[in-house]
Nanobody, 115 residues
Framework: QVGLVESGGGVVQTGGSLRLSCAAS????????MGWYRQAPGKRRELVAM???????NYLDSVKGRFTITGAIAETTVYLQMNNLKPEDTAVYYC?????????WGRGTQVTVSS
């Protein structure tokens, strides 16, 4: 089992920056990857960024060059640095951990980008 706690959401103007944090607890040694998904009203949840236990990363095309995922699963915390934010980035952002074939989720943190 894995517990995830997010922090760092908020309201920012277009072009601004935010950093999200996700702290994991529990059986972290079996986590294969950690990352962030987001869900906007009326839309499906989508993968934003993921980092594997080996340090490999992947990103949603629309955030490449603007968002950076850092941290290390072994250190129990990963971060999502979001720069040059756009109104279309507005969503609830959920931390995710992939653990032995299961998905664990945080409660989510709201990110609102005003135009």
């Amino acid at each position: 089992q894995v517990g995830l706690v997010e922090s760092g959401g908020g309201v920012v103007q277009t072009g601004g920056s935010l950093r999200l944090s996700c702290a994991a607890s529990g059986h972290i040694s079996s986590i294969d990857g950690m990352g962030w998904y987001r869900q906007a009203p009326g839309k499906r949840r989508e993968l934003v960024a993921m980092i594997t236990k080996d340090g490999n990363t992947n990103y949603l095309d629309s955030v490449k060059g603007r968002f950076t995922i850092t941290g290390a699963i072994a250190e129990t915390t990963v971060y999502l640095q979001m720069n040059n934010l756009k109104p279309e980035d507005t969503a609830v952002y959920y931390c995710n951990a992939k653990w032995v074939g299961y998905d664990f989720w945080g409660r989510g943190t709201q990110v609102t980008v005003s135009s």
